[in-house]
């Protein structure tokens, strides 16, 4: 019967017969391991066993210099158990020969005579050289970079936890990727741990190579004299040069077997192999080259020195900056090169087009002269002006202003600025940067001269004047303020006529999705069930066109849920929440505790009544022309007598007519506030200046 693997058309390899019983090789492998402690091994299955180890420590290093990761090797602290289990047994194999035979191998003997040139002395030095730098360079810095980076990866593990739960809870990551990375952090904290106490292998293998070189050499002197007949000189000779020789054997494989632990350990942040780390960090700087070819140089021509050495290094460090040097310029030729065919590629593409249609929600284009204003390293500080304009809007009208984008734009006048909202231009002005705005507050005593202007957010009559009557203007009354303040002052003035506009479906979506966080029940009450996303945004921009703040949106939130089931009418809903807001309504147009105002005649408003129609689409008040003419005459003389007086252009109708009469005035009035009574605190004194008629 054919095996397994035949069937399914694989045939049997070594690696796959290997992988299959690795488990029953290991088992073998470590029984055989403790056994080479007790039974004597045979010369020639000792040189086998001898080159193995060699060959198994270059296998080693070699896998540490070409893994990516440390955990690519996660076997190697066992790995590094059996190794060194492995090397102490051919030891004491070889010390066995060695006392017993006075002969270990070919292998112990070619580097007791041939490597080191039959000089016992040279031997010993070697080995305790090689020794050294096991244990004390190479051990040492593993052992202590092992520990820091066992304790730092322990340490690391809660906030590395936290970072994979937070990319969980965002959709950045799935479930199965969270689970690959939490199994990564833990194999990291065992690994290191690990590593920690496998290093301690190597500092006791160096160890244990020293006192068996002092009991080889001891006891095989004594073992010469005693028992072999042999001169004191000649046993010193013999089994000095094959400890000597058993000594490098076993600590050229430990050597390499150190310099793999300590590959493996510093390796924290690579992006490759050891060898492709090394040349992409090092050969990456055709100045390093040439600053060193030119050192090396300069050495080579101080007398005393050895020219030919530091000239030819020189050279060949020159060459390679050159190649370097070449190397980049071409890379910064394809890169550009690279670019602009993108670029032109981009640029033919049909998804290209959709880009154009992206409009910026708000636009600040300004003058070449003004640009100082933006530019930071020359005192501009416009930017930060924006960023307080944008925080004093949410303030007070609750309203997150978009990113407004700045651009300059030299087809207008230098000192010319534009306002543009959703692509169209809304307002204008002009500025003279080393001059100052003199308003006319009605304080004046006395005029000064100056260039005649317009104050753009208010349209007030005011004078350009330089720095030098500043202070002259001030004491004659005048209110003065900089240029980047009367574009700032311009900018939120417009931000506030056009909040309405501004605030869009999603930006109230915004609002709701804030407003959840803290009052989840309130808005799943509210939407979708009784209410859009749409029509709680009409509610809103109809607040925000008559400048109600909508801070305050679970308020909002509760009226809209106790009144939507019994009108969907954005209007009517809006009413329904001004009458809810009557204290910060009250506080808007309240000066004390007295409410200046003129109001509707009776008449009046049983007429605005009596024109009311309704219909699917909303409701609306239809008056005959001459009624509508007299309205807004009678409306503007009572509303001049209430500036001449010094108060605002306030309104106070009953709640059922509020909403009409604001309809049929808004286009011909502007600036006017219409309150009803139900907006307005009981504790507020009114005041009736006047009564508008037909």
Same mark, same amino acid.
């Given at each position: 019967?054919? &095996? ?22 290991? &088992? ?17 299955? =000792? ?25 690519? =090797? ?5 790995? #590094? ?15 066995? @020969? ?37 244990f004390i360079v190479i051990t040492k810095g593993s052992e202590r970079v092992a520990e820091v980076s066992a304790r730092f990866t322990l340490d690391a593990m809660p906030g590395k936890q936290m970072a994979i739960d937070a990319d969980l809870n965002q959709g ?41 070189? @002092? ?22 000779q013999t089994y000095t040069l094959l400890t000597v020789g058993e000594g490098l054997v076993s600590q050229i494989p430990a050597l390499l077997i150190s310099t793999a632990t300590g590959i493996i350990v510093t390796r924290a942040a690579s992006e490759g192999n050891l060898g492709a780390d090394i040349v992409k960090q090092l050969f990456k700087n055709d100045r390093v080259f040439f600053i060193n070819a030119g050192v090396l140089f300069m050495l080579s021509i101080v007398p005393g020195l050895p020219g030919i ?121 002009? #500025? ?78 915004? #609002? ?91 008449? =009046? ?90």
């Amino acid at each position: 019967m054919p &095996a397994p693997d035949e069937v399914l058309g694989e045939p049997r390899t070594l690696g796959s017969l290997i992988q299959k019983y690795s488990d029953v090789i290991i &088992a073998v492998t470590l029984v055989m391991i403790v056994i080479m402690m007790i039974i004597p091994l045979p010369t020639p299955l =000792l040189d086998l066993l001898i080159c193995l180890n060699i060959t198994i420590a270059l296998v080693v290093i070699m896998s540490a210099i070409y893994n990516e990761e440390a955990l690519d =090797l996660s076997v190697f602290p066992s790995l #590094l158990l059996v190794t060194t289990l492995f090397r102490l047994a051919l030891n004491i194999s070889s010390t066995r @020969l060695i006392l017993v035979d006075a002969y270990a191998g070919e292998v112990i003997t070619a580097f007791g005579q041939f490597v080191v040139g039959g000089n016992p002395v040279v031997g010993f030095i070697m080995f305790i050289i090689l020794v050294i730098i096991n244990f004390i360079v190479i051990t040492k810095g593993s052992e202590r970079v092992a520990e820091v980076s066992a304790r730092f990866t322990l340490d690391a593990m809660p906030g590395k936890q936290m970072a994979i739960d937070a990319d969980l809870n965002q959709g950045a990551i799935s479930d199965e990727e969270a689970k690959i990375r939490r199994t990564k952090i833990q194999r990291e904290a065992d690994f290191f741990g690990a590593m920690d106490g496998a290093s301690k292998f190597v500092k006791g293998d160096a160890i244990a190579a020293i006192i068996i070189m @002092l009991i080889n050499i001891g006891g095989g002197f004594v073992i010469g004299m005693a028992q072999r007949d042999m001169a004191a000189v000649e046993a010193l000779q013999t089994y000095t040069l094959l400890t000597v020789g058993e000594g490098l054997v076993s600590q050229i494989p430990a050597l390499l077997i150190s310099t793999a632990t300590g590959i493996i350990v510093t390796r924290a942040a690579s992006e490759g192999n050891l060898g492709a780390d090394i040349v992409k960090q090092l050969f990456k700087n055709d100045r390093v080259f040439f600053i060193n070819a030119g050192v090396l140089f300069m050495l080579s021509i101080v007398p005393g020195l050895p020219g030919i050495p530091f000239a030819s290094l020189a050279i060949i460090c020159a060459f390679i900056g050159y190649s370097l040097y070449r190397k980049t310029s071409v890379t910064e030729e394809v890169k550009v090169e690279q670019e602009q065919a993108k670029e032109k590629h981009e640029a033919t593409r049909p998804e290209n087009i959709i880009s154009l249609l992206q409009v910026d929600p708000m636009e600040l284009e300004i003058g070449y002269s003004l640009i100082p204003l933006v530019d930071t390293g020359q005192g501009g500080d416009l930017l930060d002006r924006i960023v307080m304009i944008r925080r004093q809007c949410a303030l007070e009208l609750g309203l997150v202003v978009p990113t407004i984008r700045i651009r300059d734009n030299i087809q207008i006048k230098p000192n010319a600025y534009i306002i543009k909202l959703k692509g169209m231009e809304i307002a204008r002005g002009e #500025l003279m940067l080393d001059h100052f705005l003199a308003m006319n507050s009605g304080t004046v005593f006395e005029e000064i001269p100056g260039i005649e202007t317009v104050e753009p957010a208010f349209g007030l009559p005011a004078l350009w004047i330089p720095e030098s009557q500043r202070e002259q203007a001030e004491l004659n009354g005048y209110t003065v303020v900089d240029a980047v303040s009367v574009l700032a002052t311009h900018l939120t003035e417009i931000i506030k006529q056009h909040a309405a506009e501004i605030l869009g479906r999603q930006e109230a979506q915004n #609002l709701v999705d804030n407003l959840a966080k803290t009052h989840q029940s309130l808005v799943d009450e509210v939407v979708p069930e009784l209410l859009g996303v749409g029509e709680i945004q009409k509610v809103l921009a109809n607040l925000l066109n008559e400048r109600i703040s909508i801070r305050d949106m679970a308020t909002i939130m509760e009226v809209l849920a106790d009144y939507a089931r019994a009108t969907k009418d954005p209007e009517i809903l809006t009413e329904y929440v001004r009458h809810a807001m009557s204290r910060q309504i009250t506080q808007q147009v309240v000066q004390g505790n007295m409410l200046p105002c003129v109001t509707l005649d009776p008449a =009046l408003e049983n007429r605005i009544v009596g024109g009311i129609q309704r219909t699917d689409h909303g409701s609306y008040v239809s008056l005959d022309p001459e009624s509508m003419r007299r309205m807004i005459a009678s409306l503007t003389r009572e509303i001049e007598k209430l500036a001449n007086q010094g108060y605002p252009a306030v309104v106070l109708t009953s709640p059922a007519v509020r909403l009409y009469f604001r309809k049929l005035v808004e286009r011909s009035v502007q600036g006017l506030i219409i309150v009803s009574h139900a907006e307005i605190d009981q504790s507020v004194e009114i005041q009736i200046l006047g009564v508008i008629k037909i």
